[in-house]
Antibody, heavy 114, light 106 residues
Framework: QVQLVESGGRVVQPGGSLRLSCEAS????????MHWVRQALGKGPEWLTF????????YYADAVKGRFTVSRDNSRSTVFLQLNRLRTEDTAMYYC???????WGNGTAVRVSA | QSALIQPPSVAGSPGQSITISCRGS??????VSWFQQHPGEAPKLLIY???KRPSAVSDRFSGSRSGDTASLAISGLQAEDEAFYYC?????????FGGGTSLTVL
């Protein structure tokens, strides 16, 4: 069935780095743009970034521009999010979602704490 | 990216209809979406491109827009509709979410 599975979240110290992965199955991944969205506990969703289906166009929210980088490997049906220079306010559940955001993963939790 | 303003909460009784507004969704863009989120779950797409509904979503949910305000209507309220609802606007340079509306089914 159509599925997105995120992984890579963990506890990391401020200033540290993480790489999140999102593996897709059940649909033609290479035909869809992909988003990353995060949600802090008790808050609403916050859009972070979008990468076009061919990987040649990327957009970022101001809050993460210059610190986070999105990429994808269509041969592995996987989209990545590199998180650098992490701050405590980056603590959240991180979701990947496809196209018009009709498919979501279950999320992977990132906690930035000393 | 402009802010999308939603009422913090709405309430209705089973069987009634309610509407949730989302102000700031410029008519320059047709990519307004609505999401439902229950606690502990990922958001679920209800409406995209202002009025379109994924095939698996109940026709009790409908979307519309007038000027810079988009609306989500829910008819025949059911207990399972109690959740948070978020609008979003996709522009050429990114996406912004509204602050969310908590729906209580009385």
């Amino acid at each position: 069935q159509v599925q997105l599975v995120e992984s890579g979240g963990r506890v990391v110290q401020p200033g540290g780095s993480l790489r999140l992965s999102c593996e897709a199955s059940g649909f033609n991944f290479r035909s869809y743009g992909m988003h990353w969205v995060r949600q802090a506990l008790g808050k609403g969703p916050e859009w972070l970034t979008f990468i076009r289906s061919d990987g040649n166009e990327k957009y970022y929210a101001d809050a993460v521009k210059g610190r986070f980088t999105v990429s994808r490997d269509n041969s592995r049906s996987t989209v990545f999010l590199q998180l650098n220079r992490l701050r405590t306010e980056d603590t959240a559940m991180y979701y990947c979602t496809s196209g018009v955001m009709d498919v979501w993963g279950n999320g992977t939790a990132v906690r930035v704490s000393a | 990216q402009s802010a999308l303003i939603q009422p913090p909460s709405v309430a209705g009784s089973p069987g009634q209809s309610i509407t949730i507004s989302c102000r700031g969704s410029s008519s320059s863009y047709n990519a307004v979406s609505w999401f439902q989120q229950h606690p502990g779950e990922a958001p679920k797409l209800l409406i995209y491109e202002v009025t379109k509904r994924p095939s698996a979503v109940s026709d009790r949910f409908s979307g519309s827009r007038s000027g810079d305000t988009a609306s989500l209507a829910i008819s025949g309220l059911q207990a399972e509709d109690e959740a948070f609802y978020y609008c979003s606007l996709h522009t050429g340079g990114g996406t912004v979410f509204g602050g969310g509306t908590s729906l209580t089914v009385l």
